[in-house]
């Protein structure tokens, strides 16, 4: 399920996903108690909270619509696909789906930003999404796993 509660998932399976989102609870409290309120109102009235966000909804329904038909004509120059893979071997990812999917999620994150062409903005929006369930696990590691790499893209990806 992937539940932490259940015990880690084997990393074969970890790899047949494509992007990871790692989620933290929110520590702002101004966000928080809105989390709260938004919760409230849902639960209270399903259908008028729905109503009140229909609008920013459907905007970010028609966007995605657009990336979708526009993602197969965005560029993905040599040049980045040589990053991408720099980033892979430096933090010793196995296998090449992590390189992959990078490569795909940086065209549909220029997509959905409406461009053209990939930058190594959105190279470094995905990388985090495509790799942290790809490193190895190091028992002593006591930071985030995800800071390795961003000191790999601070290294790799020109600014």
């Given at each position: 399920s992937g539940n932490p509660?259940?015990?880690e998932l084997r990393p074969q399976l970890l790899d047949r996903f494509g992007l990871h989102a790692f989620i933290e609870t929110e520590q702002d409290v101004k966000r928080r108690v809105e989390i709260m309120r938004r919760r409230i109102a849902f639960d209270?009235?399903?259908m008028e909270?729905?109503?009140r966000w229909r609008s920013e909804t459907e905007k970010l329904r028609e966007q995605i619509a657009r990336a979708q038909s526009s993602v197969v004509s965005v560029?993905?120059?040599d040049q980045f696909l040589t990053v991408i893979a720099s980033i892979s071997s430096e933090l010793s990812i196995d296998g090449h789906r992590g390189e992959l999917v990078m490569a795909r999620a940086s065209r549909a994150n220029a997509a959905l930003e409406g461009?053209?062409?990939?930058t190594t903005a959105d190279i470094r929006a995905v990388a985090p999404l495509a790799l942290r369930h790809r490193l190895r696990k190091d028992p002593l590691e006591t930071s985030d796993p995800g800071r390795r790499i961003d000191r790999v893209l601070d290294r790799v990806v020109p600014a």
């Amino acid at each position: 399920s992937g539940n932490p509660e259940e015990g880690e998932l084997r990393p074969q399976l970890l790899d047949r996903f494509g992007l990871h989102a790692f989620i933290e609870t929110e520590q702002d409290v101004k966000r928080r108690v809105e989390i709260m309120r938004r919760r409230i109102a849902f639960d209270d009235n399903p259908m008028e909270f729905i109503e009140r966000w229909r609008s920013e909804t459907e905007k970010l329904r028609e966007q995605i619509a657009r990336a979708q038909s526009s993602v197969v004509s965005v560029e993905l120059p040599d040049q980045f696909l040589t990053v991408i893979a720099s980033i892979s071997s430096e933090l010793s990812i196995d296998g090449h789906r992590g390189e992959l999917v990078m490569a795909r999620a940086s065209r549909a994150n220029a997509a959905l930003e409406g461009r053209t062409t990939v930058t190594t903005a959105d190279i470094r929006a995905v990388a985090p999404l495509a790799l942290r369930h790809r490193l190895r696990k190091d028992p002593l590691e006591t930071s985030d796993p995800g800071r390795r790499i961003d000191r790999v893209l601070d290294r790799v990806v020109p600014a």
